[in-house]
């Protein structure tokens, strides 16, 4: 749904690049799939090795980050509606990741012996970069992309 005005290739881009975020939380929970599916390890690095320097050189990077795009991006009105919903709807994913971060340990350790943790943390992850990767192409497109809960979530923060 583009109905909020047309769309320029450096908002669609821009709009695109909020879901490294969401992208990169989730790698916490991609041991089991990346060592099923190595290459999908490859294509990944290129993107997330920047973002997770900065993760491990930068303090509470993720935090500074979350508060940065929400302030700066989601909350400012001179930025493009697209751009400021797909931000909302990365940060709404990221909230999710961080969500599930917390209660999955309490289940117990991600190793071999523990399949239900195993076969969750593979859900989790394979469900955060079917996500991102609908959001991107839509975004990519021109398009908003539409998740259901979430999307609704966005537009009533946006707005």
Do not use: C
Request: charged share 10%; glycine share 4%; no cysteine.
């Amino acid at each position: 749904m583009s109905w909020r005005g047309s769309t320029t290739i450096q908002d669609r881009i821009f709009s695109s690049l909020p879901y490294l975020l969401p992208l990169t939380s989730s790698i916490g929970f991609s041991s089991a799939v990346l060592q099923e599916i190595p290459t999908l390890g490859t294509v990944l690095a290129p993107l997330l090795l920047p973002v997770l320097w900065l993760y491990r050189t930068l303090p509470f990077a993720s935090l500074i980050i979350f508060f940065a795009l929400f302030l700066l991006v989601v909350r400012n009105v001179k930025v493009p509606h697209m751009i400021r919903f797909n931000t909302m709807q990365a940060l709404l994913v990221d909230i999710l990741m961080v969500v599930v971060g917390l209660v999955l340990p309490i289940l117990g350790r991600v190793d071999s012996s523990n399949l239900v943790v195993v076969a969750l943390s593979s859900t989790v992850f394979i469900g955060v970069l079917a996500i991102v990767i609908f959001s991107v192409v839509q975004s990519l497109r021109g398009l908003y992309a539409e998740i259901p809960t979430l999307s609704d979530a966005a537009y009533m923060q946006v707005r």
